[in-house]
């Protein structure tokens, strides 16, 4: 029975992979988002920030990233269905796309509320 819950584990695990590993071959954006969560992963760890704000904004930097891979997903999910251009297809792909532009909103929040935090402590 172990045996068999580590090798679903693996499994699922080398398909997670597998997906993330096609994002990076063929999104410009993921690497764009990479770049960007690195830079700010960094500054979170070198500013004097609470440790919460700080777990929030490598946390939360994750989130994008996930967001692209889900946007990609639907991407690929409606181009499958059919290239033919079509209003409900317009409005998926921009809404997934809004849910990574809301994400990284959010961080930009949290980093702004570190830096007044920041300020505040002097």
Partial sequence: MLKQLVKR?????????EGVVHVWQTEPSLKQWIIAYVISAIAAILLPIDPGERAM??????????????????ER??????????PLAK?????????????????????????????ARG
């Fill in 9 to 17: 584990i693996w499994v699922r695990t080398k398909w997670s992979w």
């Fill in 91 to 119: 409005q998926a792909k921009d809404t997934a796309s809004a849910a990574v532009a809301l994400t990284s909103l959010a961080i930009g929040v949290v980093w702004l509320m570190a830096f007044i935090g920041l300020y």
């Fill in 57 to 74: 904004i490598v946390g939360g930097g994750l989130f994008v990233l996930a967001f692209e891979c889900l946007n990609t997903a639907i």
């Fill in 77 to 86: 999910a409606i181009d499958y269905i059919s290239l033919e251009r079509h």
